[in-house]
Antibody, heavy 123, light 109 residues
Framework: EVQLLESGGALGQPGGSLRLSCAASGFTISSYAMSWVRQAPGKGLEWVAAISGSDGSTYYADSVKGRFTISRDNSKNTLYLQMNSLRAEDTAVYYC????????????????WGQGTLVTVSS | EIVLTQSPGTLSLSPGERATLSCRASESVSSSYLAWYQQKPGQAPRLLIYGASSRATGIPDRFSGSGSGTDFTLTISRLDPEDFAVYYCQQYGYSPQYIFGQGTKLEIK
């Protein structure tokens, strides 16, 4: 059974850093493209970043480029999102999601999602 | 950049009725990458449709997707009480990146 479990959400300071983790089970993350998607309180979904399964290439939304870094540890089957230079507008629930295939962008949609972890940026 | 505009913003219907949700792209896009998601309060999104018209595993056949070019539609043939939720369409854009529509809230009338 595929499961995704996010952690690391917390209260962060403007300009500060946080690292989110997404522990995967039931599949091998290096075989699939993985994404982080966020949702600000009461708002819609915003894609943040992705890493391809095929070659580990990374992709970012313009809103986080240069500040956030997506990575994975294959030995731990865990996905990460390093968040630096935090801003108030980064406040959101962050979901990790599994694509249906190895390539990004994918043809099969984001078929599995974690339960989300809340990041609040405030002084 | 491609923009996905969903309409209506809110749709009020009764159980048993037919729901038609629209997703319009600002320019022609590949239907192969068009997906639909359902999200209920306090829950993560759930994939309903990929490739514009293919149902994801376990999705009831009352859900169907169609469209091409700039206009895509999610249809729920007979609304079940559990179908009242927010629905998002998603496509890939330049860079590349994923883009979501702003969502349609389907509420009980």
């Amino acid at each position: 059974e595929v499961q995704l479990l996010e952690s690391g959400g917390a209260l962060g300071q403007p300009g500060g850093s946080l690292r989110l983790s997404c522990a995967a089970s039931g599949f091998t993350i290096s075989s699939y493209a993985m994404s982080w998607v966020r949702q600000a309180p009461g708002k819609g979904l915003e894609w943040v970043a992705a890493i391809s399964g095929s070659d580990g290439s990374t992709y970012y939304a313009d809103s986080v480029k240069g500040r956030f870094t997506i990575s994975r540890d294959n030995s731990k089957n865990t996905l990460y999102l390093q968040m630096n230079s935090l801003r108030a507008e980064d406040t959101a629930v962050y979901y990790c999601a599994k694509d249906g295939g190895s390539y990004f962008p994918g043809l099969l949609g984001l078929g599995y999602w974690g339960q989300g972890t809340l990041v609040t940026v405030s002084s | 950049e491609i923009v996905l505009t969903q309409s209506p913003g809110t749709l009020s219907l009764s159980p048993g009725e037919r729901a038609t949700l629209s997703c319009r792209a600002s320019e022609s896009v590949s239907s192969s990458y068009l997906a639909w998601y359902q999200q209920k309060p306090g829950q993560a999104p759930r994939l309903l449709i990929y490739g514009a018209s293919s149902r994801a595993t376990g999705i009831p056949d009352r859900f169907s997707g169609s469209g091409s070019g700039t206009d895509f539609t999610l249809t729920i043939s007979r609304l079940d009480p559990e179908d009242f939720a927010v629905y998002y369409c998603q496509q890939y854009g330049y860079s590349p990146q994923y883009i979501f529509g702003q969502g349609t809230k389907l509420e009980i009338k």
